[in-house]
């Protein structure tokens, strides 16, 4: 898998860096000391996690369909699934996956400290292999694999979500890649990816869809109920 820690310049800011910052400034309530300890890993890394505003996000998200079940097609060490573990609650469960064995040990370890490893099923490989092999749908499938793989993590993903239930994957606007003429991709074909990607899902007659564009475009794909 290609490492996720390599620089991803701008190419465009999808949202201007003074308003996510305003946006910022009104979450303080959600202050924990896992959370700014994995911030703190991910800023010395370069390690990319979605950052505060998209797992706020992600929890509403959640909580406004009641999901009790999700997989993360690629979860680095948790922090998404941070988000998705508070919201599922008690009786909820987040299947995590990652190709890296620190990764999961890291994830378990923040996820022990906030209370939330119970509701975690952290399991390492490849995510489409993993997918593959679990049963049943799920309320949301989040995609934040290999940016060449979404257009197959799509077409895996949309059949195993209930109706009601979301799609919802990072990185489509790519760093405002997609939306210019010319650009430097870190890793040839991703960007035709995101594209082929973002167009299956808007042309899919059985969701709804909306990019909500904070820091890097999130997708959300609602499947419709029959």
Request: hydrophobic share 40%; net charge negative; proline share 6%.
């Amino acid at each position: 898998m290609q490492s996720p820690t390599i620089v991803n310049p701008s190419q465009l800011d999808p949202v201007n860096p003074a308003i996510e910052k305003y946006m910022r400034s009104l979450v303080g309530r959600t202050d924990h000391p896992v959370l700014t300890e994995m911030e703190a890993v991910a800023a010395k890394n370069n390690f990319p996690i979605v950052g505060r505003l998209v797992g706020i996000f992600l929890e509403t998200l959640a909580k406004t369909i009641d999901a009790k079940r999700i997989f993360e097609f690629g979860s680095g060490y948790g922090y998404s699934a941070y988000w998705f573990a508070k919201a599922a609650g008690v009786d909820g469960k987040v299947i995590c996956t990652d190709g890296d064995p620190q990764n999961k040990e890291k994830a378990e370890q923040y996820l022990k400290s906030a209370d939330l490893l119970e509701r975690i099923d952290f399991r390492t490989g490849i995510a489409q292999e993993i997918f593959g092999q679990t049963e049943g749908l799920f309320d949301i499938c989040y995609n934040d694999a290999d940016k060449g793989d979404y257009p197959e993590i799509w077409r895996m993903a949309k059949e195993r979500i209930r109706p009601g239930g979301l799609y919802v994957a990072d990185n489509v606007l790519w760093h405002g890649r997609v939306a210019v003429e010319r650009y430097v991709d870190i890793v040839p074909g991703w960007t035709e990816a995101i594209l082929e990607h973002n167009r299956l899902i808007f042309n899919d007659p059985e969701f709804d869809a909306f990019i909500n564009p904070t820091r890097d475009g999130v997708v959300v794909a609602r499947r419709k109920a029959p």
